[in-house]
């Protein structure tokens, strides 16, 4: 079967600039408390978690905190404030959060960030649905920051967090943070996908929002590496992610990383415009078309890359999911221009290509099928 038409496409072929900062906004990268120095270094973010305790007047650094986020310099700056919902951590009374949660809205800010969101830190999920409902009614987003998702998301009656199975009030206006993600305290972590493929169950059906970040150690605190950076920004763009951050050690809050948090390179460009399907995977590959070609990365060896558009010609009869197959060594991408000239069988997948010029026969196996024109 030859299917002509398209498919609908995501909205970013690449996660946005994100930074956790837990130290003195006015103080970050050697901004000696000068405002538009500090503002000019947040600047360069799409998205800013701010840490504990800046929305209380009597913090010294409140007055310049509330200069940044309103400073012309970061209008495009989406800023979330930080206070903890765990109740095995602060344990802050609903009163109290609702209070410092005014108080970061009388800074400007643009949503809140609650940390210690699941039950594994005692936390409810009326509780949760106390304070986000309130947060939601004050105009503001809500990043919940749970290791498990099902915590956040979840119905399934739990015994002691939730025991009626109530449906969460998180709505495609929130977000999530995925933490470690893909790099985990400096390691890289093999098994961010399993979480990813659960997660986007959710996503799917609540289309909320995802920022991930990766950690580091003590044994590297003061380490950065391209490789670990680019291996989780392809990483969370298969997937779609909103932001990437990397994760200083300790949020740039502690010892010789107070303060210091450097803009740490993304890759650039020219992935696309838009995806044209769903990530998926084959054995370690995990992947995603995108209109100019696929994004990929291997979780065993933690390469990455980019393959772009081009021309596939068959050189011999065969399957058409074989490399050998085809002249461009690979499977033809979605916005390939293929030309079939030996007889090719489909008995695999399905096929996809941008254009199919047919000198010879299609032999189709059991239901798969040729789309052609998706991007």
């Known amino acids: 079967m030859l299917l002509l038409g398209a498919m609908s496409a995501g909205a970013q072929t690449g996660p946005k600039p994100f930074l956790i900062y837990y130290g003195w906004p006015s103080l970050i990268n050697n901004s000696g408390g000068t405002v538009v120095t500090a503002a000019s270094q947040f600047a360069q973010y799409r998205y800013v978690v701010l840490g504990n305790g800046l929305e209380d007047a009597t913090h010294g650094d409140h007055a310049k905190t509330t200069q940044i986020i309103q400073h012309p310099i970061t209008a495009n700056v989406t800023f979330f404030g930080y206070i903890d919902l765990g109740v095995t951590t602060q344990n802050l009374t609903i009163a109290d959060i609702q209070n410092r949660v005014q108080l970061w809205k009388a800074m400007g800010i643009d949503g809140i960030f609650l940390d210690d969101y699941g039950y594994d830190y005692g936390v409810s999920r009326q509780r949760q649905n106390d304070v986000v409902q309130y947060i939601h009614n004050q105009g503001l987003p809500v990043?919940?920051?749970?290791?498990?998702?099902?915590?956040?998301?979840?119905?399934?009656?739990?015994?002691?967090?939730?025991?009626?199975?109530?449906?969460?009030?998180?709505?495609?206006?929130?977000?999530?943070?995925?933490?470690?993600?893909?790099?985990?305290?400096?390691?890289?972590?093999?098994?961010?996908?399993?979480?990813?493929?659960?997660?986007?169950?959710?996503?799917?059906?609540?289309?909320?929002k995802i920022l991930a970040t990766t950690t580091t150690d003590l044994a590297n605190?003061?380490?950065?590496?391209?490789?670990?950076?680019?291996?989780?920004?392809?990483?969370?763009?298969?997937?779609?992610?909103?932001?990437?951050?990397?994760?200083?050690?300790?949020?740039?809050?502690?010892?010789?990383?107070?303060?210091?948090?450097?803009?740490?390179?993304?890759?650039?460009?020219?992935?696309?415009?838009?995806?044209?399907?769903?990530?998926?995977?084959?054995?370690?590959?995990?992947?995603?078309?995108?209109?100019?070609?696929?994004?990929?990365?291997?979780?065993?060896?933690?390469?990455?890359?980019?393959?772009?558009?081009?021309?596939?010609?068959?050189?011999?009869?065969?399957?058409?999911?074989?490399?050998?197959?085809?002249?461009?060594?690979?499977?033809?991408?979605?916005?390939?221009?293929?030309?079939?000239?030996?007889?090719?069988?489909?008995?695999?997948?399905?096929?996809?290509?941008?254009?199919?010029?047919?000198?010879?026969?299609?032999?189709?196996?059991?239901?798969?099928?040729?789309?052609?024109?998706?991007?």
């Not at 119905?155 to 998180?170: A, E, K, R, W």
């Not at 495609?172 to 305290?185: C, K, N, Q, R, T």
């Not at 390179?265 to 696309?272: A, D, H, K, L, V």
Request: glycine residues 10%.
């Open 221 to 375: 605190r003061s380490n950065f590496d391209q490789n670990r950076m680019n291996y989780a920004w392809f990483c969370a763009a298969v997937y779609g992610y909103e932001g990437l951050a990397w994760g200083e050690y300790s949020y740039s809050a502690s010892g010789s990383n107070n303060t210091v948090a450097p803009f740490r390179p993304r890759p650039g460009s020219g992935f696309g415009t838009r995806y044209v399907d769903p990530p998926g995977q084959a054995g370690t590959r995990v992947f995603r078309n995108t209109d100019s070609g696929q994004l990929w990365v291997n979780t065993a060896s933690n390469l990455y890359g980019f393959t772009g558009c081009g021309t596939c010609q068959t050189l011999s009869a065969g399957n058409w999911h074989a490399p050998a197959t085809w002249s461009c060594g690979r499977v033809p991408l979605p916005c390939d221009d293929v030309t079939v000239s030996h007889a090719v069988t489909l008995s695999t997948a399905d096929g996809q290509a941008k254009t199919l010029q047919l000198n010879s026969q299609l032999i189709y196996a059991a239901a798969f099928k040729i789309r052609v024109g998706i991007p």
């Open 143 to 208: 990043v919940a920051n749970a290791w498990n998702a099902d915590h956040a998301f979840g119905s399934f009656p739990d015994p002691t967090y939730n025991p009626s199975g109530i449906s969460t009030v998180l709505n495609a206006g929130d977000y999530y943070l995925s933490e470690s993600f893909a790099v985990s305290s400096w390691n890289y972590d093999p098994n961010w996908v399993n979480k990813a493929a659960w997660l986007e169950g959710y996503r799917n059906a609540r289309h909320f």
